[in-house]
């Protein structure tokens, strides 16, 4: 779904301006309902996520099956309904690595190759887990390869 974030006073405003007989107080109610709904993890009965905004109008139901369509992109929900741009690498640890037979392996234990330390990729955190993994990876062996090198000089 490719939504367009709206907070709620200002889909209520726009709505206003539209249809300027909207009941305000009600459409306020119905959408922090529907809002409700959404954080308490109620569904569609698809199985999707909520479209906050059209179930303020149509009852609890998803983009897809109020209103028959699979694009959402320049329709309004409000913002506090749309998933936050996060991340993966925010809940990934980035200590608690393991070999194949479940023994935790600390790369904070295991000097960084040289390779590593001329890389200008050392000390990126959205590289880290890449990294560890292949230092990791290759601790028995003799030399050390890392086909993700980039010379920082």
Not at 76 to 99: C, Q, V, W
Request: aromatic content about 10%; charged content about 30%.
């Amino acid at each position: 779904m490719n939504f367009a974030g709206i907070s709620l006073e200002k889909f209520i405003a726009k709505q206003s301006k539209n249809n300027p007989d909207t009941n305000t107080k009600d459409l306020r109610k119905r959408l922090l309902k529907g809002l409700q709904d959404f954080k308490a993890g109620v569904k569609c009965r698809c199985g999707n996520d909520l479209w906050v905004i059209g179930s303020s109008y149509l009852g609890n139901g998803c983009f897809t099956c109020l209103t028959g369509e699979s694009d959402s992109s320049g329709d309004y929900e409000i913002d506090k309904a749309l998933p936050k741009n996060i991340s993966a690498l925010e809940f990934l640890p980035t200590g608690n690595y393991f070999d194949d037979d479940g023994n935790e392996l600390n790369p904070d234990l295991h000097p960084k190759p040289t390779l590593c330390l001329s890389c200008k990729k050392d000390g990126i955190k959205e590289e880290e887990i890449v990294c560890n993994l292949t230092r990791l990876d290759q601790l028995e062996e003799k030399e050390f390869i890392c086909f993700a090198y980039e010379n920082k000089y």
